[in-house]
């Protein structure tokens, strides 16, 4: 279930949970198209014969697949009103804790670190966000991205 806050009442949020996510399914379909669309098709990835007997037990996400789907995730956690341009503006921390088998369902959890101002009106902001494993012990990945919002 999503957040709803208009963009003049973002900071307000700062500390706040922002939940989780649907669920997401990560079947080897997707991960070959990730292959292909990145030209990534190392064994591990896109051969289940092989995968089998690799370090994983059977094929996994690339780390970068995982990271890819936190943007569909993340529109689930949070919807500003009132924004025209929303901006992908870097990361400040990437860590892939654990592997995605495939055929797993991953979902994103999140709170709101910090909002700040930036030029132009904008506003910077700082969640930091979970990518969690449907029965996993450990995050397939933890983030600290940088998104800035423009009314």
């Given at each position: 279930?999503?957040t709803?806050?208009?963009?003049e009442?973002?900071?307000?949020?700062?500390?706040?949970?922002?939940g989780?996510?649907?669920?997401?399914?990560?079947d080897?379909?997707?991960?070959?198209?990730?292959?292909?669309?990145?030209?990534?098709?190392?064994?591990?990835?896109?051969?289940?014969?092989?995968?089998?007997?690799?370090?994983f037990?059977?094929?996994?996400?690339?780390?970068?697949?995982?990271?890819s789907?936190?943007?569909?995730?993340?529109?689930e956690?949070?919807d500003?009103?009132?924004?025209?341009t929303?901006?992908?503006?870097g990361?400040?921390k990437?860590?892939?804790?654990?592997?995605?088998?495939?055929?797993?369902?991953?979902?994103?959890?999140?709170?709101?670190?910090?909002?700040?101002?930036?030029?132009?009106?904008?506003?910077?902001?700082?969640?930091?966000?979970?990518?969690?494993?449907?029965?996993?012990?450990?995050?397939?990945?933890?983030?600290?991205?940088?998104f800035?919002?423009?009314?």
């Amino acid at each position: 279930m999503s957040t709803t806050v208009a963009f003049e009442d973002l900071k307000s949020l700062v500390g706040g949970s922002l939940g989780t996510s649907r669920w997401l399914d990560v079947d080897q379909a997707r991960i070959n198209t990730f292959a292909d669309a990145t030209g990534d098709h190392q064994w591990i990835h896109v051969d289940p014969e092989r995968a089998k007997d690799g370090p994983f037990g059977g094929p996994i996400a690339h780390g970068y697949l995982t990271l890819s789907l936190v943007i569909p995730l993340w529109t689930e956690l949070l919807d500003v009103t009132g924004v025209t341009t929303k901006v992908n503006y870097g990361l400040d921390k990437v860590r892939f804790p654990a592997p995605v088998p495939a055929g797993a369902r991953i979902r994103l959890a999140g709170t709101l670190a910090d909002v700040s101002d930036v030029s132009g009106g904008g506003l910077q902001v700082i969640p930091d966000l979970v990518v969690e494993i449907e029965n996993g012990d450990k995050p397939a990945c933890v983030l600290r991205p940088i998104f800035r919002f423009y009314p």
